[in-house]
T-cell receptor, first 112, second 116 residues
């Protein structure tokens, strides 16, 4: 089955700096890679996703890159703000999109 | 309506009790999911329903029994749970893409379950 690793497990940045979180996956059949943000006590919320036929996707301050050959993908947040503080999960999807395996999560702290 | 609604928000039950968790969505999504999330851990997939039929069961103990009575509702029936089953139970839904294409999942707020 699929295995997703995520680094770092914790990340602290100064407000305004950039944050990068990296994930690797094991199953070359995985073809959909969403990123979720989960604030304390709240639901995971999709913030951006990328499919295997695309190398990069951007949405305002958030971007995701995918390297299929190396089986890794990364989340980039620019101009970080305190409200970006949360746990971020990457995920990889296979089995026609019905099976999602999550990475262990990264706790991001944006310091004012 | 872009929400997945879960009830109850909190549930405390004894190991001999029977209870049910409920999930509802009105986005027309034909895939629905149950996840278990322990503190400081990622969500772990338990069950997947596609077109109201169970398509994935991730080797979940039989004390958890899912049910999908229609395309908008998903239940999780609980019986004889153990203290280690205490967790946040998340429901999610997604469209089923044509040709098996992947679609994003929308999560509910979860039910926080405590087993005494």
């Amino acid at each position: 089955g699929e295995n997703v690793e995520q680094h770092p497990s914790t990340l602290s940045v100064q407000e305004g700096d950039s944050a990068v979180i990296k994930c690797t996956y094991s199953d070359s059949a995985s073809n959909y890679f969403p990123w979720y943000k989960q604030e304390l006590g709240k639901r995971p919320q999709l913030i951006i996703d990328i499919r295997s036929n695309v190398g990069e996707k951007k949405d305002q301050r958030i971007a995701v890159t995918l390297n299929k050959t190396a089986k890794h993908f990364s989340l980039h947040i620019t101009e970080t703000q305190p409200e970006d503080s949360a746990v971020y999960f990457c995920a990889a999807s296979y089995n026609y999109g019905q099976n999602f395996v999550f990475g262990p999560g990264t706790r991001l702290s944006v310091l004012p | 309506d872009t929400e997945v609604t879960q009830t109850p928000k909190h549930l405390v039950m004894g190991m001999t009790n029977k209870k049910s968790l409920k999930c509802e969505q009105h986005m027309g999504h034909r895939a629905m999911y149950w996840y278990k999330q322990k503190a400081k851990k990622p969500p772990e997939l338990m069950f997947v329903y596609s077109y109201e039929k169970l398509s994935i069961n991730e080797s979940v103990p039989s004390r958890f029994s899912p049910e999908c009575p229609n395309s908008s509702l998903l239940n999780l029936h609980l019986h004889a749970l153990q203290p280690e089953d205490s967790a946040l139970y998340l429901c999610a839904s997604s469209p089923l893409g044509q040709g098996g294409s992947n679609q994003p999942q929308h999560f509910g707020d979860g039910t926080r379950l405590s087993i005494l």
